[in-house]
């Protein structure tokens, strides 16, 4: 019997925990936590603990599935492929698309956005952190020349004054909260703002309930008060920002003085003023948001507003500081890195400008799409629902937009009017249901490669076991496919190595970066442009990576979210996730440790709430807004928001994305998942 620990990464959540898989007879048997890993430090929350108990599912994809009279039957890979490569060529470039996804490896995204770009020579390509991440990459981009968390994970417990908004960081980042509670007991301030009394409220020294999507009414209303008291932090305003005397006319107005944001956000006025002193007046303050922040239509305004509060107060580039943009998934930061973007080739080089096309052109030895900004990944939804002679085709890799996009109504409707679905994927989610094609690919623990963290921290994957059946690493099915589309150079690797060592020479941010030396624990932070820089854990210390290396300030204006209660619809509707769920629950619902403790939906409701509509706790009601209804169990707490609901987004049978809204932030075209109206009606008996 022979036995192997082989070191790899967590799949889930974008802390980037360092695993052990024990291999035991060709089966992961086990894991452990890496005991000096430098983001775990040996500890590991349930998701990572049982992180291996999906691999060997019985219901693992095994060999290609094609399409026959209505019914998924099984195929070779050589009649899959040469039926997707008929179909493709029979499409003109613009009428297909590629989703790339935030949960598979870099150098799979890279392929995805080269296979995107050079082999069907369409712009539309996106990944899944389209719901998510995107917000944040645009917003931070603006201010401060960087879309990514400036700081790192244990930089967090040197801070002396922690506000999480946006975030139940204890349940959803486990060991970035553990950073939370280090800080704490390093004598820090932690602040918590949040609908729900979450985990992570419950370690906070200062905490009140906020409204869904009133985050930029009370980051002015907090600005407000520091400057009236002259907090603010003059020398690095002066020096290192440009934009303020237009932040300061719109932030100094009267409704954003502390009752009125009082009235907008439901926290009492003195809260936002102890909070604001409080982040002000700290040696070091830092601010932690996830996709509370993220997920609104004005999510690229929350989180420009966030890095204006950072920026006043003298936080950027200094330990302890920072915006700390924490990534849902585990890889949705490299995804983004990796180019799977409809106007970024990797490293964020502007798909519409000819230098970058040109250096793209000769990287890669071919003619490669127009120099234009493709679909996003929520924009290709909506081309399908509303005018589907737009696209015909889509590819999707590792994403379940059956269950994660909103109004999943228009999501099958709008999947429907396709000609031709191909979906990769390790399982029959409720997508590959719907394809023409699908490829069956291999987990995390069936391959080598990297992925990139919330803090900017390459890691790698590295080969536990073999897949299952006949399937492929989803680089291995690109790259013959790319091939078989006629691009035999520009698909010929022969491992995940080989294609990191092209995403070097292509990718400045990544261009000192090689497996020899990510095979350190410690890894290395982008940028780190040349073989000799260590990376870059904390960013702007010096300067700001804007061209002219100032910080942008932005005045911006408190929008309410697109849809508010009224008569109909009185209740604010919220979602999330829990410590034993991830995403679509493709992978956690599939291990039996994590899916016995949290084996169903449930929809939160405050006690009065509940009171005065007649419901109980654990009864079933029905949940309805304008684009659906689902049935569910009530769990009445005094631990919500009078007015608000919330409910968790892993389970397909009650998907909480039947009810939401999808609307988009303008800009980045991530969708109202945190914010909609909604009616609960108690279910009357027979
Ligand atoms: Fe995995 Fe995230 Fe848990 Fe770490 S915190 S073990 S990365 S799910």
Redesign the pocket.
């Known amino acids: 019997m022979e036995i192997k620990i082989v070191p790899t ?9 360092g ?1 052990n898989l024990v291999v035991r007879d060709g089966k992961v048997v086990s894991l452990a936590a890496w005991q000096r890993h430098p ?2 430090d040996g500890k ?6 049982y ?1 291996h108990e999906f691999i060997h599912s019985e219901d693992r994809l095994k060999k290609p599935l094609i399409k026959r009279d209505g019914k998924l039957v099984e195929t070779t890979w050589e009649e899959a492929y040469d039926h997707i490569v008929k179909k493709f060529k029979s499409y003109k470039p613009e009428e297909m698309a590629c989703l790339a996804s935030a949960q598979v490896t870099n150098e799979e995204n890279y392929l995805m956005q080269k296979f995107a770009r050079a082999a069907l020579k369409t712009p539309n390509i996106d990944n899944g952190a389209r719901l998510s991440q995107s917000s944040t990459i645009v917003g931070l981009e603006a201010a401060f020349g960087y879309g990514a968390m400036t700081n790192n994970i244990g930089d967090i417990a040197e801070s002396k004054c922690v506000l999480v908004l946006g975030s139940n960081t204890l349940e959803q ?4 909260g553990r950073s939370i509670l280090r800080a704490k007991l390093n004598g820090a301030k932690v602040i918590v703002f949040d609908p729900r009394y979450t985990t992570t409220a419950r370690q906070a020294d200062l905490y009140a309930s906020l409204y869904s999507g009133t985050d930029v009414a009370l980051l002015n209303g907090m600005m407000q008060h520091i400057i009236k008291n002259g907090w603010e932090a003059k020398e690095f305003i002066e020096k290192r920002t440009k934009g303020f005397d237009k932040l300061k006319a719109t932030v100094m107005k009267p409704e954003y003085g502390l009752d009125n944001v009082s009235g907008i956000t439901g926290i009492p006025a003195k809260d936002i003023a102890t909070a604001a002193e409080w982040f002000a007046k700290s040696p070091s303050a830092c601010l932690v948001y996830s996709l509370g922040i993220t997920q609104h239509a004005t999510g690229v305004d929350n989180v420009k507003s966030v890095a204006n509060l950072l920026m006043l107060t003298g936080n950027i580039g200094k330990v302890g500081g920072g915006v700390n943009a924490l990534c849902d998934q ?1 890889n949705a930061q490299g995804a983004c890195d990796m180019g799977a973007l409809p106007n970024f080739y990797s490293g964020y080089l502007d798909v519409t400008l000819e230098p970058n096309i040109t250096k793209i052109k000769d990287a890669w030895g071919c003619d490669i799409a127009v120099g234009k900004v493709g679909y996003s990944a929520t924009e290709i939804i909506n081309v399908l629902a509303d005018d589907p002679s737009r696209l015909k085709a889509l590819y999707i890799m590792g994403e379940n937009p059956m269950v994660s996009n909103p109004d999943l109504t228009r999501v099958e409707h709008a999947l429907k009017n396709l000609e031709f679905l191909i979906v990769q994927d390790i399982f029959l989610t409720e997508t590959a249901q719907m394809a023409d094609v699908v490829l069956p690919a291999a987990c995390y623990a069936e391959k080598d490669g990297t992925q990139t ?1 919330t803090e900017r921290r390459v890691q790698r994957l590295r080969k536990a076991v073999e897949p299952p059946g006949e399937a492929k690493a989803d680089w291995q099915i690109i790259c013959e496919l790319g091939k078989k589309m006629g691009q035999e150079k520009q698909f010929t690797f022969n491992s995940p190595e080989d294609i990191f060592n092209e995403i070097a020479k292509v990718t400045p941010l990544y261009g000192g970066m090689s497996y020899a030396r990510l095979e350190k624990p410690e890894s290395l932070h982008w940028p780190c442009p040349t073989p000799d820089h260590p990376g870059t854990p904390i960013l702007h210390t010096e300067k700001f990576a804007n061209t002219d290396g100032l910080g942008v300030f932005t005045s911006l204006e408190f929008k309410p979210p697109a849809e508010v209660p009224d008569a109909e619809f009185p209740l604010i509707l919220t979602t999330g996730r829990c410590i034993w769920q ?1 995403n679509d629950g493709s992978m956690t619902r599939r291990s039996p440790s994590l899916e016995k403790e949290a084996p169903a939906a449930w929809i939160e409701i405050n006690s009065d709430d509940a009171k005065a509509l007649g419901i109980r706790n654990s009864e079933v009601v029905h949940a309805v807004t304008r684009r659906g209804a689902v049935n569910v169990t009530a769990k009445v707490t005094s631990g919500i928001k009078r007015n608000e609901v919330f409910m968790p987004s892993h389970y397909a049978e009650s998907a909480v994305n039947k009810l939401t809204n999808n609307v988009l932030d303008p800009v980045a075209m991530v969708p109202e998942l945190k914010a909609c109206a909604v009616r609960i009606e108690k279910i009357k008996e027979a």
């Open positions: 990464t967590c799949p889930y959540c974008g802390t980037g925990c695993l983001v775990n590991l929350c349930p998701k990572g603990r992180a980042h486990p060991l970035i585990n963290n991830w």
